[in-house]
T-cell receptor
Framework: AQSVAQPEDQVNVAEGNPLTVKCTYS??????LFWYVQYPNRGLQFLLK??????LVKGSYGFEAEFNKSQTSFHLKKPSALVSDSALYFC???????????FGSGTKLNVKP | DSGVTQTPKHLITATGQRVTLRCSPR?????VYWYQQSLDQGLQFLIQ???????AKGNILERFSAQQFPDLHSELNLSSLELGDSALYFC?????????????FGDGTRLSIL
């Protein structure tokens, strides 16, 4: 079945260190892939998306993601983590006909001072 | 602020009851999506409307229904409520009908079934 997977339930990083939140996909064809962030007691916020073109996508709040077709991955990265980055991060993709939208299981990012 | 408004923020009711959740999309957005977020099932797509018409259905139960009105606000109706329906329900909106566009989320309605 086509899907995205987030292999880590939780990621712990020290402030100032680089962070990576992992996402792998099992989607036929050329996938569209998204990252969203959810802060406590809030709705999700769009961070970035990959459609086609450059494999490195830059998004909001200094985040970027690298699309890697050979490894079927779309990992979210940031060079220097902030305590305020602590949140729940979701990888997501629209089904091929673009009318349904599926989210990964989410990864909780904890950035410690 | 996403521009998407959901009411009420919290709802507490009993099993067997019916509730209506309301969503006002961001100005200019024609699509409305409904999602359910629970601890055991994660974030699940329920249904999408575009300019008043149902566009896509996800994992929506038959006890649940939705509609989008001419002014583009949407309502999600949940009936014959069960304990397992306790969850956070999100509405999101986007400009077009295809879900390859960024969606803007409201802050959700937390539904608690006693």
């Amino acid at each position: 079945a086509q899907s995205v997977a987030q292999p880590e339930d939780q990621v712990n990083v020290a402030e100032g260190n680089p962070l990576t939140v992992k996402c792998t996909y099992s989607v036929s064809g050329n996938p569209y892939l998204f990252w969203y962030v959810q802060y406590p007691n809030r709705g999700l916020q769009f961070l970035l998306k990959y459609i086609t073109g450059d494999n490195l996508v830059k998004g909001s709040y200094g985040f970027e993601a690298e699309f890697n077709k050979s490894q079927t991955s779309f990992h979210l990265k940031k060079p220097s983590a902030l305590v305020s980055d602590s949140a729940l991060y979701f990888c997501a993709w629209p089904l091929y006909n673009f009318n349904k939208f599926y989210f990964g299981s989410g990864t909780k990012l904890n950035v410690k001072p | 602020d996403s521009g998407v408004t959901q009411t009420p923020k919290h709802l507490i009711t009993a099993t067997g009851q019916r509730v209506t959740l309301r969503c006002s999309p961001r100005s200019g957005d024609l699509s409305v999506y409904w999602y359910q977020q629970s601890l055991d099932q994660g974030l699940q797509f329920l249904i999408q409307y575009y300019n008043g018409e149902e566009r896509a259905k996800g994992n929506i139960l038959e006890r649940f229904s939705a509609q989008q009105f001419p002014d583009l606000h949407s309502e999600l109706n949940l009936s014959s409520l069960e304990l397992g329906d306790s969850a956070l329900y999100f509405c999101a909106s986007s400009v077009g009908q295809n879900s390859n566009q960024p969606q803007h989320f409201g802050d959700g309605t937390r539904l608690s079934i006693l």
